[in-house]
């Protein structure tokens, strides 16, 4: 698994709406971008890519683990004696 830091550019139309740009690197300055296009939209994103469908599957249930472990209380995880899932 690898995950990848990046921008999102939305570009203008002209209208009423932003469309999908490009992805550039992340150290790219938003002001560099913003000489392009003055009205697009810069968000931030992490892609994670997956060498496997096992890591897909992997990483699924360990973050359901997470979600779940988040939800309980933790007197309600001290009840069940569980520890925080890595």
Known sequence: ??????????LWDGGDRHN???RIAADV???VIKKNDPHCLITKE???VFGSLE???ENSVQKLRKSAWAKLSPQ???????????
């Open 29 to 31: 300055p938003d002001s």
């Open 46 to 48: 992490v892609i994670t």
């Open 76 to 86: 309600e995880r001290q009840a069940l004696n569980l520890q925080e899932p890595s």
């Open 55 to 57: 890591e897909v599957a």
């Open 20 to 22: 999908f740009g490009f």
């Open 1 to 10: 698994m690898q995950t990848i830091e990046c921008k999102r550019v939305d």
